[in-house]
């Protein structure tokens, strides 16, 4: 979906996204560009295999320059969690070991939370192909853990950090229902503008022999009308209704719209013959 608007307040917050060993440059960029999307702008690498920077990094970040330039870069696991109070790792797979393990949305709560009070947050994400180890997932407190198919649980390094920067958004929200625009109002319809539908759309059928035979015309009639009023619309949609019947009536298809003669203009030629 297109959505992006220079003219807008660019949100810049959140938690730091730690991405352990990222090997290619095209998913860092999908990262940065899913942080981007809901807010987040912290990115830290740990060794990536790629280095950095890295043009398709760039290139598939779609325009998420502010997160692509501001990239830390790390040798080290513990150098990039070592200014931060709270982490969590992100595991698909039951861990040993004695630390909490939270949802998404628990988790996220928790990061707003301890946000707010001003401290240093991050979320851990492994490896493309294997993940976090087990000595990597000790360093965070917490973990955090996706509600997926169990037979089927490994996700994209780029789709757990959005599900990750979704929940973070939405932790951030007054009203989670709330939405940022609105479908544009509408006038309901009149009956008599309703009526007019129904008078215009029976000529139109009955001209082209649709009512047959002529004895079920009444009942047809009261068929159509049930269809057309099963619900109520609006001034907007009968126009666009009426509109089309128009150009059914108007053209035909061996004389279509853009044709030389519309069936509603066909006249025949005058005979000039008198005034030779």
Known sequence: MAGTNSERQLLAEGPAIILVEPQMGENIGMVARAMANFGLAELRLVNPRDGWPNEKALATASKADHVIEATKVYDTLEQAVADLNFVYATTARERDGYKPVRSPVVAAETLRARFRAGEGTGILFGRERWGLTNEEVALADEIV????????????????????????????????????????????????????????????????????????????????????????????????????????????RKSPRGGRFPTAAKETPPDDSADA
Do not use: C
């Not at 996706?146 to 490994?154: C, E, K």
């Not at 920067?165 to 709330?178: F, I, L, P, Q, T």
């Not at 099963?230 to 019947?245: C, N, W, Y």
């Open 145 to 252: 853990t996706f509600p997926v198919n169990p037979a089927f649980a490994s996700l994209n390094i780029a789709q757990a950090v959005l599900l990750m920067s979704y929940e973070w958004m939405k932790s951030g929200m007054e009203d989670v229902g709330a939405v940022p625009f609105q479908a544009m109002g509408q006038t309901p319809s009149t009956k008599e503008q309703l009526f007019g539908l129904f008078d215009q759309l029976e000529e139109a059928l009955d001209a082209r022999g649709y009512f047959h035979p002529a004895g079920k015309k009444p009942k047809m009639v009261d068929n159509l009308r049930a269809v057309l009023s099963r619900r109520a619309f609006t001034e907007q949609e009968i126009s666009v209704l009426r509109g089309v019947i128009s150009s059914l009536d108007r053209f035909s």
